[in-house]
Antibody
Framework: QVYLMQSGGGVVQPGRSLRLSCAASGFPFSTYPIHWVRQAPGKGLEPVAVISSDGDNQHYLGSMKGRVTVSRDNSRNMVYLQMNSLRPDDTAVYYC??????????WGQGDLVIVSS | EIVLTQSPAIVSFSPGERATLSCRASETIYTYLTWYQQKPGQPPRLLIWDASNTAPGMPARFSGSGSGTDFTLTINSLEPEDFAVYYCQCHQGSSRKWPPVLTFGGGTKVEIK
């Protein structure tokens, strides 16, 4: 059974940093890229970042580019999303996702990040 | 950049009716289109992959069709649990090339009439 268990979300002040974690199990983790997608309240799905299976390559998208870093530890089956200089419009649920073909076949449960003073 | 347009944004049906949702790509994506279902407070759930393949565990009343730029998600005989938001998604370029950039449509909310 594939699981993606997320942690690290919460309330953070504008300008501060937060690191999200995604713990994977049930599949050969080191052979899959992992995606991060976020969803602002009442809005659609926005890709944030993707990291290659070996962790050597990262790609960032959207308004978080330049403020976010994705990394992974294949020895621990973990992926991390380091978010810096957070702004109120970064308030969203953040999801990690495992790809299969051209889609994401498994998603984490989501982690709510609220950026507010 | 490929853009996915879903229409309508909100649609109302009665239980038992057939729902057809549209997703249009700004350029051809062959059959590399995925559909998701999302219910409040839950992550998206894979529904249809490669335009017409129903994901394991999803009921047979869900079906997908289309190729190129025009795609349809059909829900035959809506059940109460089908009222949700549906998203389509593709890749910018090939999913096998780096980087595998995802693109999502804006979503269609299926409401109870």
């Amino acid at each position: 059974q594939v699981y993606l268990m997320q942690s690290g979300g919460g309330v953070v002040q504008p300008g501060r940093s937060l690191r999200l974690s995604c713990a994977a199990s049930g599949f050969p983790f080191s052979t899959y890229p992992i995606h991060w997608v976020r969803q602002a309240p009442g809005k659609g799905l926005e890709p944030v970042a993707v990291i290659s299976s070996d962790g050597d390559n990262q790609h960032y998208l959207g308004s978080m580019k330049g403020r976010v870093t994705v990394s992974r530890d294949n020895s621990r089956n973990m992926v991390y999303l380091q978010m810096n200089s957070l702004r109120p419009d970064d308030t969203a649920v953040y999801y990690c996702g495992k790809p299969s073909g051209s889609g994401l076949d498994h998603w984490g449960q989501g982690d709510l990040v609220i950026v507010s003073s | 950049e490929i853009v996915l347009t879903q229409s309508p944004a909100i649609v109302s049906f009665s239980p038992g009716e057939r729902a057809t949702l549209s997703c249009r790509a700004s350029e051809t994506i062959y059959t590399y289109l995925t559909w998701y279902q999302q219910k409040p407070g839950q992550p998206p759930r894979l529904l249809i992959w490669d335009a017409s393949n129903t994901a394991p565990g999803m009921p047979a009343r869900f079906s997908g069709s289309g190729s190129g730029t025009d795609f349809t998600l059909t829900i035959n005989s809506l059940e109460p649990e089908d009222f949700a938001v549906y998203y389509c998604q593709c890749h910018q370029g090939s999913s096998r090339k780096w980087p595998p950039v995802l693109t999502f449509g804006g979503g269609t909310k299926v409401e109870i009439k």
